[in-house]
């Protein structure tokens, strides 16, 4: 069914006559309409005063049941004064440029929670996410980092190479996270059409962005251009000599009094798109607090871009050490729950990250003292003066300082053994201090010293 310049109204513009109607869409691309028209010069004036972008504009058809073929919102309103009247041309993107402005950044770690699910958290009451087939789980971390939410949909659908599709008639944000299904099936019959095929995409797609798993031929790259004045839509169907097609782009415009559009249509497999990556996180570094330790492993809340940590997440980060071998030889000093930490992003897939060198949340006023400290209070500190052991502060420490030597002090029991010698040597002076007694033993000999008296024990006790 053909559709008339009279029967075409806009809807959020006035215009007193239609001068061009063009609307644009094809895959992973937000729909575009031009509209251009005259206005009365006393309404030019008033638009020429308040131009601004942002108003809704509305392409429908019809009287009594009328169709929509756009709703979108004004991005560039220009007013051109004329003698008795004013031009009016605006452009506009169909609702889902709404979720194309700010960008967003999060981090996703329940793996089992399903791409439908993470992308309608993205939205939120912002728009709605399709699935057109099986929702699959994620099944890894996932990073939107500064991403707006239509680029971050477009990425996650881009793991199964396939594309999302705006619906350019929704009265609010609406995208189809794959190819959506038809809504009618149009009857073309004419005997002006053209092929193509592009070799250069199925090369690049072929060998460089296909999801693992995933195959294409060369005819998934081939299209039909045809023209037709009945209506459709992205994923329709259309019969054509016998065969059936689906679209792949539209362009409608208003010539001669009629809305004419210029479809391409391919199979239903032709609607492929290039794996993209996560270009934002390579190299990137975000601070993070530790909510979990296992092993070499990590659960970790992004605070920098998740106000609040997912209790839900299952997702561990690998901690990385300064050395380790093959046989379990190396330096391995795990953070501590609530700890902070540095979440390393090394590569374009979020899911290489991993988590190295604690952040000290309180550290030394002298940056030249080096610690080794543990939980509890264990340390062991290097300064200019000396090395200090502290097992338990005041109590139990040695100090090993070039000005004082080495002093040991302990609120529990010193034991000293060997299983061959013990050498106790001084140029000057041997001092043993006790309040209680000392004792000195050597097989059966024995000298017990007591705080009032001495005991000798020997089979031959020779005094000189």
């Not at 069914?1 to 806009?10: A, Y």
């Not at 109607?21 to 005259?38: C, K, L, Q, S």
């Not at 399903?114 to 699935?131: C, N, P, R, S």
């Not at 689906?246 to 032709?270: C, F, K, P």
């Amino acid at each position: 069914m053909s559709i008339q310049h009279t029967n075409i109204q806009v809807e959020g513009l006035e215009f007193a006559r239609l001068l061009q109607v063009t609307i644009h869409h094809e895959p992973n691309e937000h729909g575009t309409a031009r509209v251009v028209g005259e206005v009365p010069a006393e309404l030019g004036q008033r638009y020429i005063k308040r131009a601004e972008a942002g108003r809704e504009l509305k392409i429908v058809s019809g009287d009594a049941e009328k169709v929509t073929f756009f709703d979108g919102i004004v991005t560039s309103l220009q007013v051109k004064q004329q003698a008795e009247y004013c031009q009016l041309v605006a452009e506009a993107m169909d609702k889902s440029y709404q979720l194309d402005i700010r960008k967003c950044s999060c981090s996703y770690q329940n793996t089992g929670k399903g791409y439908g699910d993470i992308l309608q958290q993205a939205y939120g009451e912002a728009g709605t996410l399709q699935v057109t087939g099986s929702d699959q789980a994620i099944g890894g971390l996932i990073l939107q980092l500064d991403e707006t939410n239509w680029a971050f949909t477009k990425r996650m659908a881009s793991r199964f190479n396939v594309p999302v599709v705006a619906d350019i008639t929704a009265a609010r944000p609406l995208v189809y996270f794959g190819l959506p299904a038809p809504r009618r099936t149009l009857s073309i019959d004419t005997a002006s059409c053209s092929y193509g095929r592009s070799e250069k995409n199925f090369q690049r797609v072929s060998q460089n962005y296909l999801a693992d798993g995933n195959k294409v031929m060369r005819q998934d790259f081939a299209a039909l251009t045809v023209r037709s004045y009945d209506y459709g839509q992205i994923g329709d169907k259309v019969e054509l000599g016998g065969k059936e097609y689906r679209i792949r782009t539209v362009d409608a415009e208003l010539t001669d009094g009629l809305m004419q559009m210029t479809y391409s249509l391919t199979a239903a497999t032709g609607f492929v798109a290039p794996v993209q990556k996560n270009t934002n996180c390579a190299g990137r570094v975000l601070k993070a607090q530790v909510k979990a330790v296992k092993r070499d492993q990590i659960q970790a809340h992004l605070f920098e871009i998740d106000p609040e940590y997912d209790s839900s997440s299952d997702w561990w980060f690998p901690y990385s050490t300064a050395y380790s071998s093959s046989d379990g030889s190396g330096w391995y000093v795990m953070p501590e729950k609530d700890d902070y930490v540095r979440i390393m992003f090394p590569s374009k897939n979020e899911t290489d990250a991993f988590a190295a060198s604690s952040i000290n949340a309180s550290p030394p006023a002298n940056t030249r003292n080096k610690s080794f400290k543990a939980p509890g209070g264990k340390e062991i500190l290097l300064t200019d003066d000396g090395i200090y052991i502290m097992c338990q502060h005041q109590s139990i420490f040695i100090d090993l300082t070039q000005g004082d030597g080495i002093k040991i002090v302990s609120s529990q029991d010193i034991h000293v053994s060997s299983d061959a010698n013990v050498t106790l040597n001084a140029e000057k002076k041997l001092t043993l201090l006790a309040k209680e007694g000392i004792t000195l033993q050597a097989g059966d000999s024995k000298l017990a010293m007591k705080k009032d008296q001495v005991v000798l024990g020997a089979k031959n006790v020779i005094i000189t």
